[in-house]
């Protein structure tokens, strides 16, 4: 079923809450490898859901999703979450927040103090490594957030909309660093946004959901080189594809307020 | 900061002052108030003729059993109305109003059930101080951010590692003010239960020595159990502190 460079493919996945509220799909997808895939929908469309169920944080109501060719039952190695809260560990510095995880794993210390130097080296905390969360800023904290997520090297990346609490310079450089992270890892990349120039800004391929039960409605390819950076938010080609991404969801995100389109 | 505890030392030592002067005048009677300098003088001499060891020891052994099972049962008690929504909702009006009910009233079934020991005053003084750390362990857990709790899915920690790693240093700044309380609330059930009814300890002597007249040896009792309490509440304060500092937002 899945293209042979598929690297999830979810097949008919539905979830429907114990409250009966019809959250998601049926949705088909498959995140080819070493893409970078944006979801954009209306609030309460069921984005954060579809998130949820590919990390195995939650379990589909129906169908199937596959991560590297294995069924997602939990949340699979090699998977990474940055999520739209601050989710930094308020009691533990810097340096001690982007370890947590590699030290959890039992990682040799010289191995941890040379991926944590290079995530805060990548992410620019390195003159903060001793500082506290609550020393900093929301967008310092949400690197935090990130970088502790990349020194797992994870394969597949997802994002629930996290520079969704960021003001909207702080989120144009922030997408630059999210695409150099890309570009340098090599992973697969889902970011779930409600900015429709974040994500025509980023993505290889956009993904329009429908308003709940959130279904995809369009798939726009970008075409954007993968050296590309916010300043293509000039580019001529940038206009049309975030028109043509409003075009789609409009009627959704009326339907979403309650509005006939 | 500096400023501000100067001032309240100044405030204490200004209070301090005029207890000595209004007792040097004879203002009030020595049978009434000793001068704080001879609560000190005395409370020297009974520690150095051996009077207080005894008595002290044994409230602090039953001070710390009360406050150690306080803190126990609190956070096994808060954990598990916590994670039970319903026996939230059932008990909720019971733990906010506990304090309305005297404990001490209590004191003479917990002395039927556990004989005249230090096990009933162990009892009270846990009895008072339990509902402070249960209350404060639904607060710590209702802080935990639901986030975290994703993030340790995330990485794929089980329950433990999750409790130890994530929810404990999460809840702690609530869990300290329960310590703290909790130890108020067990030295005051303590002392007060040895005033009752008991044979030895710090709050007996105090009685006792009221009743024997022993006017000075009762303020030096005094002097020493507000001590006791003062430093081990301050004690906690700097401990919390030094945990809790970095990390306010």
């Keep these: ?261 | 900061m500096r400023g501000v505890a100067l001032t309240r030392l100044g405030v204490i030592a200004a209070f301090i002052a005029l207890l000595e002067a209004l007792c040097r005048f004879g203002i009030v009677k020595p049978l009434t108030l000793v001068a704080p300098s001879r609560m000190v003088g005395t409370l020297i001499d009974l520690i150095q003729a051996g009077d207080v060891g005894d008595d002290a020891a044994r409230t602090a052994i039953e001070v710390a059993g009360a406050f150690v099972l306080a803190i126990l049962l609190g956070v096994s008690i808060g954990a598990v109305i916590h994670a039970i929504p319903r026996l939230r909702r059932a008990v909720a009006p019971v733990l906010v109003s506990w304090y309305a009910v005297p404990s001490f009233v209590f004191y003479p079934l917990f002395i039927a059930l556990l004989g005249l020991s230090e096990a009933p005053l162990i009892a009270i003084g846990a009895f008072s101080a339990t509902p402070a750390m249960v209350v404060a362990t639904i607060s710590g857990l209702d802080r935990v951010p639901r986030v975290l709790r994703r993030v340790a899915r995330v990485h794929r920690m089980g329950f433990w590692d999750t409790l130890r790693h994530i929810t404990l240093p999460s809840a702690l700044p609530s869990l300290f003010t329960g310590v703290k309380l909790a130890f108020a609330y067990a030295f005051i059930g303590v002392i007060a239960g040895e005033f009752i009814l008991s044979g030895g300890g710090l709050g007996y002597a105090i009685a006792y020595a009221y009743e024997s007249f022993e006017t000075a040896k009762m303020y030096a009792l005094m002097l020493l159990v507000l001590g006791v309490g003062v430093a081990v509440n301050a004690g906690l304060h700097t401990w919390e502190g030094r945990l809790l500092r970095r990390r306010q937002r």
Excluded at chain 1, 224 to 232: G, N, V
């Design chain 1, 1 to 261: 079923m899945s293209t042979p460079t598929a690297h999830a493919t979810l097949r008919g996945v539905t979830r429907i809450y114990p409250s009966l509220v019809h959250a998601l799909g049926p949705v088909d997808l498959d995140l080819r490898q070493g893409e970078f895939f944006s979801v954009v929908g209306p609030s309460g469309c069921g984005k954060s859901t579809l998130l949820d169920v590919l990390a195995g944080l939650s379990a589909p109501t129906s169908g199937t999703i596959a991560f590297e060719g294995r069924p997602v039952n939990g949340v699979p190695d090699g998977v990474g979450v940055v999520f739209q809260e601050d989710s930094s560990f308020a009691w533990l510095n810097v340096q001690d927040n982007v370890a947590f995880g590699l030290r959890r794993a039992g990682m040799e210390a010289a191995e941890i103090k040379r991926r944590v130097e290079y995530a805060l080296g990548f992410m620019g905390l390195r003159d903060f490594a001793t500082a506290f969360p609550a020393q900093l800023s929301g967008g310092m904290r949400q690197r935090v957030c990130i970088a502790r997520t990349l020194v797992m090297q994870p394969r597949l990346i997802l994002l629930d909309e996290p520079f969704g609490a960021l003001d909207q310079q702080t989120r144009l450089l922030m997408g630059d660093e999210l695409l150099r992270l890309w570009r340098e890892t090599g992973a697969t990349v889902m970011l779930i946004t409600h900015a429709l120039d974040e994500a025509a800004m980023l993505s290889d391929r956009v993904g329009v959901m429908s308003s709940r039960p959130g279904c995809f409605i369009d798939l726009a390819v970008t075409d954007w080189p993968r050296a590309r950076d916010s300043r293509i938010v000039s580019d001529p080609a940038f206009g049309l594809l975030t028109a043509r991404l409003w075009s789609s969801l409009r009627a959704e995100s009326m339907k979403a307020i309650g509005r006939v389109a």
